[in-house]
């Protein structure tokens, strides 16, 4: 067996010396290069969901607080905010499913701009998240909107699978997400009724029904079947053209006395009778039927339907009246 120098395995030693330090030097770089990157790419942070929260079960957890007043927002409802721009976050905790979600916030009922990314303001924000991780989002306001000494209803949501059809994947529900209302207002402000925020008149049902349901179910149902139906997966229609559609609504308990419905179609806000929103009397001994348009796109495609129901929108949110607020059951339209 052949040897060697001395000198020469004191230079073999020195090399892989210099070369196991060299490789920890350059992975401690890349190491902390990832750190910063996975800071200061975006306003949210990623983390594991606790024990106690993994134990509720399957659903999804959520609230919105400022970074500028400390308050408890999530116990009254209320946020008190110095100026319209600032800075919140949203927490959203996923028990549900691995995949894609979309973040929407409305401003007094309307879809509004808001930015995560710096200088970027957009309608909404998707992001990835698996099951057992929450997500901290930073956001801010749309820079147009301006301090007053007005109340405002902000609605936080947060939707899972806005990629997906119900046509497509033969499914509807109205369970795929979370949405709150908040009641902002600004330092130097008295809490008071926003009432004179919603100019909108009453929609008269044309109808009003004795059937078993609680709520509000979207349909094309006009015949006023003897038991409220599910939306089919897909409803067709042209292109540009004025979708009409059915709703069974209300019957909640006495101390609602009005709700006001949003509909979004590819998750963005459209207008119902040409409105922002449908504002409709509570009946709680009867359901209400009736009907209205919303306009499709100019395009060809499958877009899901959605709506939001909120129960006293011109009340001032408190202990007892803060909570989620329900969704419609999606579907898709089919534009041919």
Do not use: C
Not at 32 to 47: A, G, L, P, Q
Not at 114 to 126: G, I, L, P, R, T
Not at 282 to 303: A, H, M
Request: hydrophobic content about 35%.
């Amino acid at each position: 067996m052949k040897k060697y120098p001395f000198k020469r395995r004191k230079s073999i030693f020195f090399f892989l010396f210099l070369f196991i330090l060299l490789s920890g030097y350059i992975g401690l770089i890349l190491f902390e290069n990832e750190i910063i990157k996975e800071e200061t790419r975006e306003n949210f942070k990623v983390s594991s969901l606790p024990q106690e929260d993994l134990s509720l079960g399957a659903g999804y957890g959520m609230g919105v607080k400022s970074l500028i007043i400390d308050q408890d927002s999530q116990k009254s409802g209320q946020i008190l905010m110095k100026n319209p721009q600032d800075i919140l976050e949203v927490n959203f905790k996923n028990r549900g499913n691995s995949g894609k979600y979309i973040l929407k916030i409305f401003f007094d009922f309307k879809e509004t701009k808001f930015s995560v990314e710096k200088d970027h303001y957009a309608n909404s924000y998707v992001f990835d998240l698996e099951t057992g991780k929450s997500i901290d989002i930073i956001f801010s306001l749309d820079q147009k909107l301006n301090k007053d000494n007005k109340i405002h209803k902000l609605i936080v949501a947060i939707y899972a699978s806005p990629e997906k059809n119900a046509k497509i994947i033969k499914a509807t529900t109205n369970s795929y997400g979370m949405t709150l209302p908040y009641t902002i207002y600004f330092e130097g402000n008295k809490k008071q009724n926003m009432q004179k925020t919603l100019t909108k008149d009453f929609q008269q049902p044309l109808d009003k029904l004795d059937l078993q349901f609680q709520g509000l179910m979207i349909n094309n149902d006009f015949k006023k079947s003897k038991e409220v139906l599910f939306p089919p997966y897909s409803i067709k229609t042209k292109k540009g053209e004025h979708l009409k559609l059915a709703y069974y609504s209300g019957k909640y308990d006495k101390d609602i006395q009005d709700y006001l419905v949003i509909s979004m179609i590819d998750w963005k806000q459209v207008k119902m009778n040409d409105d922002d929103y449908l504002l409709l009397k509570n009946d709680s001994e009867k359901l209400d039927y009736g009907t209205f348009s919303v306009k499709v796109p100019n395009e060809k495609g499958l877009y899901e339907y959605s709506a939001i129901i909120i129960p006293n929108p011109t009340n001032v949110m408190n202990e007892m009246s803060f909570s989620p607020l329900e969704t419609a059951y999606r579907f898709t339209i089919e534009v041919e």
